[in-house]
């Protein structure tokens, strides 16, 4: 198994930037392809971004490409989330994920309890 623990949740203008991270303790961290979820209030948890266990691939949704960058630390075992020019529709509780078998817009096996990032216009 694998604990993960988000943290770098905050307020935010619009246009201004936040890095998300999450720390990982159990199992081999360097096994595990890890994701990043949001939740925006009222709607359905949706996938923002996903990386290779070898930090060789990532993947992003339409709505974050170009602005949010996932790279990963198996140094630290964390997993971070750069998010840039931020939009009021970024407001969300962002969720680490990891897997060991599966990456991108996908289940995972795991979870952490999630981070608020707030956007204000």
């Known amino acids: 198994q694998v604990q993960l623990i988000e943290s770098g949740g905050g307020l935010v203008q619009a246009g201004g930037s936040l890095r998300l991270s999450c720390a990982a303790s159990?199992?081999?961290?360097?096994?595990?392809?890890m994701g990043w979820f949001r939740q925006a209030p009222g709607k359905e948890r949706e996938f923002a971004a996903a990386?290779?266990?070898?930090?060789?691939?990532?993947y992003y949704a339409a709505s974050v490409q170009g602005r949010f960058t996932i790279s990963r630390d198996d140094a630290k075992n964390t997993v971070y989330l750069q998010m840039n020019s931020l939009k009021p529709e970024d407001t969300a509780i962002y969720y680490c994920?990891?897997?060991?078998?599966?990456?991108?817009?996908?289940?995972?096996?795991?979870w952490g309890q999630g981070t608020q990032v707030t956007v204000s216009s």
């Open positions: 994920a990891a897997d060991e078998r599966r990456v991108g817009d996908v289940p995972y096996d795991y």
């Open positions: 159990g199992r081999s961290f360097s096994s595990y392809n």
């Open positions: 990386i290779t266990w070898s930090g060789s691939r990532s």
